[in-house]
């Protein structure tokens, strides 16, 4: 028993198919915390720092197009990004989110109930969970800002940036 926390994504897929209350839904059964969340538009450099391990895939060009969203046009074109955090996290929510492949997954977890194999042979399978700890703490840091999160899981240090052009509300 460990205290974990993880990032997870509902993907383009899910937003264009309205699947987001749903997935919170079924999510929240595992009883963890939202720590940090957000709505992020998905860079190229984003994509492929996210799924680097994947790079020599065959299926990797689709799957860096899937996440962008450009597939689905706007306003689909981004994901929801959250951060949990509780006891033995990834295993209770890769357990709700299902297996990878969502024809193989259980018919009553997130991908096997809304899952696709498309015809070019991507997995549509609506959520990203981290898969242990030591990529969750990777994609965590990818996404987020410590700022973002509303507690310090990681340690911090302070540096002092000048000139740094940032929008403020006018
Ligand atoms: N994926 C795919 N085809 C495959 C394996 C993976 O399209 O044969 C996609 C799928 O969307 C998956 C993502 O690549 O969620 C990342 O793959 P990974 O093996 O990390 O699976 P996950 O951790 O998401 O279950
Ligand atoms: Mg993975």
Redesign the pocket.
């Known amino acids: 028993m460990a205290i974990e926390q993880l990032l997870i994504l509902i993907?383009p897929d899910g937003i264009k198919k309205s699947l987001t209350g749903n997935i919170l839904t079924k999510l929240s059964e595992a009883r963890m915390v939202i720590i940090g969340a957000k709505a992020v538009r998905v860079s190229r450099d984003l994509a492929e720092a996210h799924?680097y391990?994947?790079k020599d895939?065959p299926?990797f060009g689709?799957?860096i197009d899937?996440?962008q969203g450009e597939v689905y046009g706007k306003p689909w074109d981004r994901v929801l990004a959250f951060v949990y955090r509780g006891e033995d996290a990834i295993s209770k929510m890769?357990k709700i989110?299902g297996?990878?492949?969502p024809e193989e997954a259980d018919p009553v977890s997130i991908?096997g109930a809304y899952g696709r194999?498309?015809t070019k042979?991507?997995?549509?399978?609506v959520?990203?969970?981290?898969?242990d700890p030591s990529e969750a703490e990777r994609e965590i840091k990818l996404w987020f800002k410590p700022e973002e999160i509303v507690k310090r899981i990681y340690p911090v240090k302070k540096i002092i940036i000048e000139k740094e052009e940032k929008a403020v509300w006018a």
């Open positions: 993907k799924y391990h994947l895939k299926f689709g799957l899937y996440i890769r989110a297996e990878t492949n991908r194999i498309t042979g991507v997995y549509e399978n959520v990203h969970c981290s898969s």
